[in-house]
């Protein structure tokens, strides 16, 4: 996180938490307008005459559909088809953005490395250059009222604006700025506008019940693009032509054999279930997925979970665990 936009923060009333998370106190009254700076994602940036075709060989979705204007889900995918990472494409001029948790940004730099040989290609971690703030203005008269094609539009000026409306959260936008733009932004929106400071895990917390599968280092290369929904996010093409894993995302597809998906779900617990969790069938006592990522609202806990897909369609779940708290599934 950039050290100037850092220092903002805490010169404020916000405070630094567990793994960097950005902790504001509780507000004395609650608030439809909320502001998130957002410290779990950060920036790399592939830039170079090159840059679209080293993608090209290696990401899911279709770098020649993404604009200024429309960006895109996708997945950088192993060899065998698992992902290393999800991401948001975005494109910028002649270069591109990725965004990712920030715990991926090495491993997803490295690997990318790889592939560079000769060609005109330069990776930036931008960690330390560009900000990203969540805007999140709920309004009952509009849900519903976001048609698909509209996720992840994208605006361009001195800043960028991704749309991430949906049914399950309207009128919610990331904002990626430099540091003296993040701050102008922050300091307008909560100023002049009554926005609302947020803690960044609740940001989190909106992109799960949105279906906004983020991995983590103990996520990363267990699943197939498809096993995350990715495809159903627009995340995969499947005319773009060969990449890295894409024979065995191509063979899920037309043969339609993905054994896992990926569901919303709840559970009851004061501490959420860390990445990799594993979920147990009540009536096996057996392994039946686990836990993609969970955030906290209160006592109770959201979350993204991969399981078997099961030929009854019914489920009996419960954490593994001290906290065996039983798991329901929710619609996404």
């Known amino acids: 996180m950039n050290q100037h936009w850092k220092n903002f923060l805490l010169s404020g009333t916000a405070i630094l938490g567990k793994d960097d998370c950005i902790v504001f106190p509780e507000p004395l009254i609650e608030s439809n307008k909320n502001i998130y700076a957002i410290s779990q994602l950060a920036v790399l940036e592939i830039s170079g005459k090159d840059a679209a075709a080293l993608l090209q060989g290696q990401i899911t979705c279709n770098i020649n559909d993404i604009t200024e204007s429309k960006s895109s889900p996708g997945a950088l995918c192993n060899p065998k088809g698992r992902a290393i990472a999800t991401f948001l494409l975005i494109k910028k001029m002649d270069a591109f953005l990725l965004v990712l948790p920030a715990q991926l940004v090495t491993p997803v730099k490295k690997r990318l490395q790889m592939y560079i040989l000769r060609s005109d290609v330069d990776l930036t971690d931008s960690s330390n250059k560009l900000c990203l703030i969540g805007l999140y203005h709920p309004d009952s008269q509009l849900s519903g009222l976001h048609p698909p094609e509209n996720l992840f539009a994208t605006t361009q000026n001195d800043y960028i604006s991704v749309d991430f409306s949906s049914m399950q959260t309207p009128n919610r936008y990331l904002i990626i700025a430099e540091a003296d733009k993040a701050i102008a932004i922050w300091s307008e929106r909560v100023g002049n506008q009554g926005f609302q400071p ?20 103990e996520t990363s290369e267990e699943f197939i693009p498809q096993m995350l929904n990715l495809d159903k996010l627009g995340g995969i093409s499947f005319n773009k032509g060969c990449y890295t894993g894409q024979e065995i995302v191509a063979r899920t597809h037309y043969l339609g054999t993905a054994k896992r998906a990926m569901f919303l779900a709840e559970c009851v617990t004061e501490a959420a279930p860390e990445p990799g969790s594993a979920i147990i069938d009540c009536n096996t006592g057996q392994t039946a997925g686990k836990v993609l990522l969970a955030q906290n609202q209160g006592s109770i806990c959201k979350m993204l979970i991969v399981l078997q897909l099961s030929e009854t369609k019914t489920y009996n779940l419960k954490l593994m665990g001290q906290n065996q708290g039983k798991v329901k599934l929710l619609t996404l």
């Open 198 to 217: 947020e803690n960044s895990e609740q940001w989190r917390y909106l992109d799960i019940i949105s279906g906004i599968p983020w991995l983590t280092a």
